[in-house]
Structure formats: structure tokens, C-alpha cells
């Protein structure tokens, strides 16, 4: 089982990014995908979450109408598309998988996802 986040980079704010998260795993489509991030000196935090019973999304607010999470089962891939990217948006990003299971409230939490990826680090310049 393995994870794998790429797409990372250095870029201005205002421009965009997309992320990539391939995995290995049997069952893709049964998953939570989720995205993280953690920057230097804070404790990581969610930014989304994409449910595929449903097709239902998920965003912390601070990300709401910039980024967009997605899936491709088929591949078995998630993304990330990061839109007018802002200096606050510096931080390793992780992508991860937790149980299709798993309840709405507990996607928010990093403790629900039980598959990670090594993190990609995106830095966004002023």
C-alpha cells in the first residue's frame, strides 16, 4: 500500500497548482481521499476531502472557492487543483485515505485517515 504526492513547487501568489496522489491500493474507489497540510511551526490541518459514495466534497474555509478536490478511481489517483494561491497556503501537503466508512464529522481529522503519503511542499511567494 503506498501513496505517492507530486506536484508541488515554488510559485507566486496568485497562480495555481495541481497536486497529484497516486495509490497503490486495492479498492480505490471505497476511500476517503483527503488532503492535508502543514506548515512550519503549526500542527497540520485539513483542506479537503472527496467522499465517492455521493461524489461529495469537502473544504476547510479558509481553501472554499480556490481550491477543488477530485478523483479519477479508474486510475486511482486524487488531485488538487490550487487557484489564486496566496502566501498562506505554504506548507507541506499530504494526501491521504481513510475508510469509506468513515463518518462525516471525523473527515475533518487527520487521526481518521489511516493511509499517508510522503507530502509534497508547495510554497507560494509574495
Known amino acids: 500500500v503506498q501513496l505517492q504526492a507530486s506536484g508541488g513547487g515554488l510559485v507566486q501568489a496568485g497562480d495555481s497548482l495541481r497536486l497529484t496522489c497516486a495509490a497503490s491500493?486495492?479498492?480505490?474507489?471505497?476511500?476517503?481521499v483527503g488532503w492535508f497540510r502543514q506548515a512550519p511551526g503549526k500542527e497540520r490541518e485539513f483542506v479537503a476531502a472527496?467522499?465517492?459514495?455521493?461524489?461529495?466534497?469537502y473544504y476547510t474555509d479558509s481553501v472554499k472557492g480556490r481550491f477543488t478536490i477530485s478523483r479519477d478511481n479508474a486510475k486511482g489517483t486524487g488531485y488538487l487543483q490550487m487557484n489564486s494561491l496566496k502566501p498562506e497556503d505554504t506548507a507541506i501537503y499530504y494526501c491521504?485515505?481513510?475508510?469509506?466508512?468513515?463518518?462525516?464529522?471525523?473527515?475533518?481529522?487527520?487521526?481518521?485517515?489511516?493511509?499517508w503519503g510522503q507530502g509534497t511542499l508547495v510554497t507560494v511567494s509574495s
Open positions: 491521504a485515505l481513510a475508510p469509506g466508512s468513515t463518518i462525516t464529522s471525523s473527515m475533518y481529522s487527520a487521526r481518521a485517515y489511516k493511509i
Open positions: 472527496f467522499r465517492n459514495r455521493g461524489g461529495t466534497t
Open positions: 491500493v486495492q479498492d480505490f474507489r471505497s476511500y476517503v
